[in-house]
C-alpha cells in the first residue's frame, strides 16, 4: 500500500514491528510509542530504517497522575511531542544556517540588511537592527505612504493601506482554530462559508483554486489541543515598545470590551484575568453608570456587560511616519515602488541575491515579510501558501456627547462581524473628535476582493449597524453628512490581513552565499502590530547568533499535521485510518461535488469524522431521528411513530445505545468537530432540500440512516450510493441482522453498498460486507460491526470514484423480503434470545460465515 501523505506512526504492540511498508520519500518525524516498545536497548528496527538517521532526541513520558484524566493526559504526551518535533526542526534550520557563518556576525556596524515589506513587523525589524548599529534597507512594491494621495490608498499595504487606527491588547493576536470556544463557536468550518451564510469568506468556497483549499483545509485540521498551544505561544511572546515612539501619535491606554452574551463576558473576563491584564470587571448595573451611553444598547439585549483591560491605540499612520523617520535618522534607507519578485540561489540551496524590479538586491542579511500581495515570492520555501488573505473594513462616526474617552472592542458573537475595534482619535484633516470602527473576517485567499462583492457589501452593512446600535447619534449625524464623513475620503477601506491556517507567525531561517540569513517573517492574522516587537528581537537575536522562543514556536512547520496512522498486527492493519489513505482525493482537476444526506446517531458522525478528513468541503443534509418521529406525527402516522419510539427506548434500557456511542467514539478523536450540517430537516423530501441540490448539484449522494428518499431528490442528486445494513436482496428495510439471525441465517449477516432508486432498497449491489462473528457477539454487535465495516468500505469507493475510477454494480435477482418497524415484536425480541443465549446460535455458526470481498 502506498501512503499518499506523510503520517504519524503509533505502535500500540511491543511485540512486532512495523511490518505496513512505507514507500512515501518522506521521514517519519514524530514516534509515539506505548510501554517497553522503545528502551535504551531496544529500538524498533522500523523506527531506525524512516528516520533515516535523523534522530533529533527521545522524551520519555512519565505515568499518568491519578487524578488526571485520559483524555487530558493524551493532549500533554501529544504537547510534548508537538514541541520536540517543532524544537527539532528549528534546530536542523539553525544548524544549516551556523554552518555557513562567517565572521559578519562579528563585526555588526559592517553588516547589511535588506528587508522586504515595509509593514509594521519589517517597520520595527529595522528601526532595532539600525539602532544595533546594522546597514538598512527596507525595499516596499507600494509607494511611500506619507506622500500618497488618498485615492491610491489600495497600493499600500496592510498597515499603511487600512484606516488611521491599531490596537494593542494582550489577545489581539489570538488563533481562531479553538473548538468549543465559549467566545467563538463553529470555528471548523467557518472558512467554507460565505460572510452572508455565517461563515468567514468573502471568496465563494467554489471558487477556491487548489491553493486555497489547500490551506483551508490547514486550518480545519489544526486539533484543538494544538489551536490552545498555539494560542498560549503567542500570547506569551507579546511585548512592549519604545515609550517614545508612541508620542503625539494618538495615544490612547486601556480599553474597554463590550460583550452581548454573558457566557462571552465570563469567559473574557478569566481569559484576561489569567494573562495579568484585567483592570476591572464591573457589574452591569456599575459599567452602566459609568457608561450611561451604552444604556439603549443594553435595554435593546445589545449589551450584557463590560470590563476595562490593558491596552492601548494609536494612530497607526502617524506611528508609521515617526518610525520611518527614527529608522531613516538612525541611517537606514528606503527604497518606495519596488516589486521584489524573486529570490535567487545557488546550486547549495543559498540564497545569492534577491530580483527585484529596479535589478539585484545584495545584502549580507535578508528579511522578507511580504504580506498578502507578495506571498508568491515564498515559493519554493517552507512557508510556501501558509500567507492567504482575510480582509477587514473600517468606517468613522463622528464622536458625540457623551464623548468615548478610551478606546473599546466589540464582541458579538455569531454576527457578521464578530470582533469590533474602536479607536478613540481626531480627523487628520479637520482636527474633529470621531470614533473608527474596524472588524470583520473576510476570506480573500490569494486573491483582493471585487468592489461590487455582495459578501464585502454585507461586511460595511453590519458595521454601520454597530455603529447605529451603540453610538446611534454619532452614526445619524455620519449618515446625514453622506460618505465622506463615515468613510476617510469618501472611501470604502479595507485591509487584508496576512493569516495562516495555525494562527502562528511565521519565522524560517535559510542560509545566503556570504553567511547570513534570509529570514522570512509575518503571517501574523490580527496581531501583526502586537507582536512585531517580539518579532524583531528573534531576528536580531537570530543575526546574532542567539536563541529566541520564536525560532521555534512560530517555524512554518508547526502545524503541518500528517494523517494519523495506528499500527496493530503485522498484517496490514483494517483500521478505519488506512481505508481513509486509500480513499483520499488527488488534488488534481475539480474537487468531487460530494453530498451525504445522514441521520444523527453514533454511526454518522463517524461517517463524517471519515469524510472530514478525506474530503473536506462535501455537502451534508441531516435528518435527526426526533425530526423523523415529528414528521411522522404531523403526517397522521401516528402508529409508525410509536413503533419508531418504541425501538428506541428497547435499546436505550439495556444501554445498546451507550454501547454504539462508546464504540464509535473510540474512531473519532475526542477533539474533533465536524463542520455544521449545510441543511438539517425533519424530512428529506421537501422544497429546502430540493432547491439546495438543485444548487450543489452533486456528482456523488452517500445516503444512510433516513427515511425512504422520493423520487423528486433522486433526480436531482447525481449517482447515490445507499448503505443498508442487511443481506441484499433478502433482507430490505429495517432491522436486517435481526430477521437474519432470527432465520437463523448467520451467513446473511452484513451490510450492503447498493445505488439507491425509488424502488426500497431495490438498486444494483456495489459491494456487502461480513463483520467476523465470535459466541460473544449479540445482533447490537454484529449491527454495529456492519456499520463501521460499510462505513470504511463506502469510503473506500468515494476515493475510486474521485479519481475517476468506474464502479461496479451487480442487479439484484431476487426479490427478497421487506421488514417494517412493527415486524419486531416483544415475542419475537424473546424468541431470538432464547436462539442466541440457550441454543448457541452463533457459537455454532461462528467462523463459517462467507467474506465477500
Not at 423 to 434: A, F, H, L, P, R
Not at 554 to 580: E, M, N, Q, W, Y
Request: charged residues 25%; neutral net charge.
Amino acid at each position: 500500500m502506498k501512503f499518499l501523505q506523510p503520517m504519524y506512526i503509533h505502535f500500540s504492540d511491543a511485540s512486532f514491528d512495523l511490518s505496513v511498508p512505507l514507500t512515501s520519500p518522506q521521514t517519519i518525524d514524530v514516534w509515539i510509542c506505548n510501554g517497553e516498545e522503545v528502551t535504551a536497548s531496544h529500538v524498533p528496527k522500523s523506527m531506525l530504517e524512516y528516520a533515516k538517521g535523523r534522530v533529533f532526541g527521545m522524551a520519555a513520558f512519565p505515568q499518568m497522575p491519578a487524578e488526571t484524566s485520559a483524555k487530558d493526559w493524551d493532549e500533554s504526551i501529544l504537547r510534548d511531542a508537538e514541541m520536540l518535533y517543532a524544537r527539532a526542526r528549528a534546530n536542523a534550520g539553525t544548524q544549516r544556517v551556523d554552518a555557513n557563518a562567517t565572521t559578519n556576525s562579528q563585526n555588526a556596524r559592517k553588516t547589511s540588511v535588506v528587508l522586504v515589506g515595509a509593514g509594521i513587523m519589517n517597520l520595527m525589524a529595522a528601526r532595532l537592527l539600525a539602532k544595533r548599529g546594522y546597514q538598512v534597507r527596507v525595499v516596499d512594491q507600494g509607494p511611500d505612504p506619507r506622500a500618497c494621495q488618498a485615492k491610491d490608498w489600495a497600493r499600500l499595504g496592510v498597515t499603511s493601506g487600512g484606516h488611521n487606527a491599531r490596537m494593542f491588547t494582550n489577545t489581539e493576536a489570538d488563533s481562531y482554530n479553538e473548538q468549543d470556544s465559549d467566545i467563538y463557536q463553529d470555528m471548523q468550518s467557518i472558512f467554507r462559508k460565505t460572510v452572508r451564510d455565517g461563515g468567514w469568506s468573502v471568496k465563494l468556497p467554489k471558487d477556491f483554486c487548489a491553493a486555497e483549499r489547500a490551506w483551508v483545509h490547514a486550518f480545519e485540521r489544526v486539533p484543538g489541543w494544538m489551536a490552545a498551544t498555539f494560542k498560549k505561544n503567542i500570547q506569551e511572546e507579546l511585548m512592549s515598545t519604545t515609550p517614545q515612539l508612541f508620542e503625539d501619535v494618538g495615544f490612547h491606554k486601556d480599553i474597554i470590551r463590550l460583550y452581548v452574551e454573558d457566557v462571552a463576558l465570563d469567559a473574557s473576563v478569566k481569559l484576561n484575568q489569567t494573562l495579568g491584564a484585567l483592570l476591572q470587571a464591573p457589574s452591569s448595573q456599575e459599567f452602566l453608570k459609568t457608561y450611561p451611553g451604552f444604556c439603549s444598547a443594553a435595554e435593546s439585549d445589545h449589551l450584557a456587560g463590560g470590563i476595562i483591560v490593558d491596552g492601548f491605540t494609536v494612530n497607526i499612520h502617524l506611528f508609521v511616519a515617526k518610525l520611518m523617520g527614527h529608522i531613516t535618522a538612525l541611517g537606514g534607507e528606503f527604497v518606495w515602488d519596488c516589486e521584489v519578485r524573486g529570490i535567487q540561489r545557488n546550486a547549495n540551496g543559498e540564497v545569492t541575491m534577491l530580483k527585484s524590479q529596479k535589478g539585484d538586491l545584495e545584502a549580507d542579511h535578508f528579511v522578507v515579510s511580504p504580506g498578502t500581495t507578495g506571498s508568491a515570492l515564498l515559493n519554493g520555501t517552507a512557508s510556501e501558501n501558509l500567507v492567504h488573505g482575510v480582509l477587514g473594513v473600517w468606517l468613522q462616526i463622528p464622536n458625540l456627547d457623551p464623548q468615548m474617552r478610551q478606546s473599546m472592542k466589540i464582541h458579538r458573537r455569531g454576527h457578521k462581524v464578530e470582533d469590533i475595534n474602536l479607536t478613540v482619535t481626531k480627523d487628520q484633516e479637520n482636527g474633529e473628535d470621531i470614533l473608527i470602527l474596524g472588524g470583520a473576517y473576510g476570506y480573500v485567499g490569494l486573491d483582493r476582493p471585487a468592489p461590487d462583492s455582495p459578501e464585502l457589501a454585507a461586511l460595511y452593512d453590519e458595521l454601520e449597524e454597530v455603529a447605529r446600535i451603540y453610538f446611534p447619534r454619532g452614526y445619524a449625524e455620519a449618515k446625514k453628512r453622506g460618505p465622506a464623513a463615515m468613510y476617510p475620503g469618501g472611501h470604502r477601506k479595507l485591509c487584508v490581513r496576512p493569516f495562516t491556517p495555525t494562527g502562528l507567525g511565521l519565522f524560517e531561517k535559510i542560509p545566503t552565499a556570504k553567511g547570513g540569513q534570509l529570514i522570512i517573517t509575518g503571517g501574523n492574522n490580527t496581531g501583526g502590530f502586537a507582536q512585531a516587537p517580539g518579532i524583531a528581537r528573534a531576528v536580531l537575536r537570530s543575526f546574532m547568533g542567539e536563541q529566541d522562543p520564536i525560532h521555534v514556536l512560530f517555524h512554518p512547520d508547526r502545524g503541518k499535521l500528517p494523517l494519523p496512522v495506528t499500527c496493530r498486527s503485522r498484517t496490514p492493519s483494517p483500521v478505519p485510518f488506512l481505508a481513509g489513505i486509500n480513499g483520499v482525493k488527488a488534488e488534481a482537476g475539480q474537487p468531487l461535488k460530494l453530498l451525504l444526506v445522514c441521520s444523527d446517531g453514533p454511526q454518522h458522525r463517524y461517517l463524517r469524522y471519515r469524510l472530514d478528513q478525506a474530503f473536506p468541503g462535501y455537502r451534508c443534509i441531516q435528518e435527526p431521528g426526533d425530526g423523523q418521529i415529528r414528521q411522522l406525527m404531523s403526517k397522521g402516522r401516528v402508529v409508525d411513530a410509536y413503533w419508531q419510539r418504541y425501538h428506541g427506548l428497547r435499546r436505550q434500557i439495556p444501554g445498546y445505545d451507550r454501547q454504539r456511542k462508546a464504540h464509535f467514539d473510540r474512531l473519532v478523536p475526542a477533539d474533533h468537530v465536524s463542520p455544521a450540517p449545510d441543511l438539517m430537516v425533519d424530512t428529506i423530501n421537501c422544497r429546502a432540500v430540493w432547491d439546495a441540490v438543485d444548487q450543489w448539484q452533486p456528482e456523488l449522494t452517500i445516503v444512510t440512516g433516513t427515511k425512504y428518499i422520493g423520487k423528486k431528490l433522486i433526480a436531482r442528486a447525481g449517482l447515490m450510493i445507499n448503505l443498508h445494513t442487511g443481506h441484499l436482496p433478502e433482507y430490505k428495510g429495517n432491522h436486517c441482522i435481526f430477521f437474519a439471525l432470527y432465520d437463523g441465517a448467520v451467513d446473511k449477516v452484513a451490510s450492503t453498498l447498493h445505488q439507491l432508486t425509488p424502488s426500497l432498497d431495490g438498486g444494483d449491489v456495489l459491494d456487502c460486507v461480513f463483520p467476523p462473528v465470535s459466541p460473544a457477539d449479540n445482533e447490537e454487535t454484529l449491527y454495529t460491526k456492519c456499520l463501521e465495516m460499510s462505513i470504511d468500505r463506502c469510503v473506500a469507493h468515494i476515493g475510486r470514484f474521485s479519481r475517476g475510477e468506474k464502479l461496479e454494480f451487480v442487479p439484484q435477482e431476487a426479490e427478497g423480503r421487506t421488514f417494517r418497524h412493527a415486524d419486531r415484536t416483544p415475542g419475537k425480541e424473546i424468541w431470538l434470545w432464547g436462539k442466541l443465549n440457550l441454543f448457541g446460535l452463533l457459537s455454532r455458526t461462528a467462523g463459517k460465515q462467507k467474506q465477500v470481498e
